[in-house]
């Protein structure tokens, strides 16, 4: 019952973000500029100079989006978690090289930008302009388009 239930919350949040993602362009575009998003900000969160109790702050913050995911569908958060492993050991060797903040910050912008023209193309406004879930939701979706997955 729990896992229908969790699903079907799942399901109808995918489903509502899909509405404003028809176009082959902007879903194209999605499948790079949403991890491109993604990453950039795991990188700026990372570039944050300070430690709570020994532990960066974006591990707090990644831990949260984590529950979050969690309470929608641990098969997405499994799906997720290799991808968001990546995209802090990318972002903690960048930090070392001294280059993070600039390198997240740039490309937050251009993915940005390129998000904005595929909705341009399709002729509808972000999600998120809906409701802020959505910018969680994103890479859940992205994840379900790119591997084919059914909910």
Not at 16 to 21: G, K, N, Q, V
Not at 68 to 87: E, M, N, R
Not at 114 to 143: A, N, R
Request: charged share 10%; proline share 5%.
């Amino acid at each position: 019952m729990g896992y229908n239930r969790e699903m079907n919350r799942l399901s109808k949040l995918l489903a509502e973000y899909a509405e404003s993602h028809q176009n082959s362009v902007n879903i194209n575009i999605h499948k790079i500029c949403v991890p491109a998003i993604t990453f950039s900000v795991v990188g700026l969160l990372a570039s944050i100079p300070f430690n709570i109790y020994g532990v960066p702050p974006v591990l707090y913050i990644l831990a949260a989006v984590a529950l979050y995911y969690a309470s929608l569908s641990l098969k997405y958060l499994i799906l997720f978690f290799p991808v968001l492993f990546v995209f802090l050991a990318v972002a903690f060797y960048l930090q070392g090289l001294g280059v993070l903040w600039q390198l997240s910050l740039g490309i937050f912008v251009v993915a940005w930008i390129g998000q904005f023209y595929g909705h341009k193309v399709e002729g509808k406004k972000p999600s998120f302009f809906k409701d802020l879930q959505f910018l969680l939701i994103g890479p859940l979706w992205t994840i379900k388009t790119v591997l084919k997955l059914k909910d």
